[in-house]
């Protein structure tokens, strides 16, 4: 099996959704998926989401907060897992992270207004180990 086959329907549903910034969707897209086999990889991405529906909204608490559980729970599948790049997820997460906190510690700043280019996700099936309980049988 290769290419985009290897993936569980929700989670290339997810990561379509991601890249279009519809992150709210996106989370409830995986979180069917996460209830059945609960993952704690899924579960990080759900929650990696939520953070930029909480950018989205200018809410930079919400970031900080969201990032740090997502962070938690990502970090174990260091450096790659189902063929995400977790060490550029992490990035990412710190980045926003910090841009976040300026936010909140900057007087009359509008929070993260204007965001900058939220990431992206695309999974790279030579990154597969074959052994993520995520895949499909």
């Keep these: 099996m290769s290419g985009a086959s290897r993936f569980q329907a929700e989670f290339l549903r997810f990561l379509e959704l991601f890249n279009?910034?519809?992150f709210w969707e996106s989370h409830?897209?995986?979180e069917g998926a996460w209830r059945r086999n609960r993952s704690p990889?899924?579960?990080g991405l759900i929650i990696y989401a939520s953070a930029?529906?909480?950018a989205q909204r200018a809410n930079p608490a919400g970031v900080v907060k969201q990032m740090a559980k997502a962070r938690t729970r990502l970090e174990p599948y260091r450096p790659h897992h189902l063929?995400?790049?977790v060490e550029e997820i992490l990035h990412?997460?710190?980045r926003w992270t910090r841009l976040a906190?300026?936010?909140l510690?900057?007087?009359g700043l509008s929070p993260l207004e204007p965001p900058p280019p939220f990431p992206r996700l695309s999974p790279d099936p030579g990154l597969i180990r074959g052994d993520e309980p995520e895949l499909p049988p």
Excluded: I, M, R, T
Aim: avoid cysteine; glycine fraction near 8%; aromatic fraction near 12%.
């Design 83 to 85: 063929g995400l790049d």
């Design 52 to 54: 930029f529906v909480h």
């Design 105 to 107: 510690a900057g007087p």
């Design 41 to 43: 990889f899924y579960q």
């Design 28 to 30: 409830e897209v995986l």
């Design 101 to 103: 906190q300026q936010a």
């Design 92 to 94: 990412q997460a710190s």
């Design 20 to 22: 279009q910034e519809l």
